[in-house]
C-alpha cells in the first residue's frame, strides 16, 4: 500500500510539522546574530572620532582625484544626460562640471554643460559655457548654432 507524502506526515510523528515556523526562526536568528557581529565596531570608531562624516569623506575623495580620467568623464557625462533627461538640473550641472574637471577638452561635456544651465534659466552661465566651448573648439560642427545660442542669450539678458 502506497501513502503519499502529505499522508505520512499526519500519521508519522517522527516527521517535522509543515507549518515552517521553526525554519523562519532559526534563519531570523542567524541573521541577527550576523548583523550583531557586525555593528560593534562601526559605534566604536565613530565615538572615538575615527570615522569622518560621509560627505566630507565624499568631498575629499573627489578633490583628490582631480586628474585626467576620460573614463570617469565619460560615465559623469552619461549621468548627467539621464538627470537633464529626468529634469534635475542641478545635478546634471555638477555631474557636466565633474566631467569637465576630469577632462577638460571634453566637448561634449562643455556643450552640455552650457545647455543645463540654459535650461535651468542661468543665462550668464550658459552663455560663459558655451563661449568657453566655442574657444576650446573653434572649428566645431555645430559652432554657429552655439553661436546664436550666445547671441540670442545674450540679448535676453540686456
Known amino acids: 500500500m502506497r501513502r503519499r507524502f502529505s499522508q505520512l506526515r499526519r ?3 517522527r516527521l517535522p510539522r509543515a507549518s515552517g515556523t521553526g525554519l523562519i526562526r532559526g534563519t531570523g536568528v542567524v541573521l541577527l546574530a550576523l548583523a550583531a557581529l557586525s555593528l560593534p565596531a562601526w559605534p566604536a570608531q565613530q565615538q572615538q572620532g575615527k570615522q569622518k562624516p560621509r560627505a566630507q569623506a565624499e568631498q575629499s575623495t573627489s578633490q583628490d582625484s582631480s586628474t585626467y580620467d576620460p573614463l570617469r568623464a565619460e560615465e559623469d557625462v552619461e549621468v548627467g544626460t539621464f538627470y537633464m533627461h ?18 577638460p577638452n571634453d566637448a561634449k561635456a562643455r556643450r552640455l554643460l552650457g545647455e543645463a544651465y540654459e535650461k535651468k534659466g542661468d543665462r550668464t552661465m550658459a552663455v560663459k559655457c558655451y563661449k568657453e566651448y566655442l574657444r576650446e ?22
Open 137 to 158: 573648439f573653434p572649428d566645431a560642427r555645430d559652432a554657429k548654432k552655439i553661436q546664436k545660442k550666445i547671441d540670442k542669450l545674450s540679448a535676453a539678458n540686456n
Open 86 to 103: 529626468k529634469g534635475d538640473h542641478d545635478a546634471a550641472i555638477a555631474r557636466f562640471e565633474d566631467a569637465v574637471r576630469f577632462r
Open 11 to 13: 500519521t508519522d510523528k
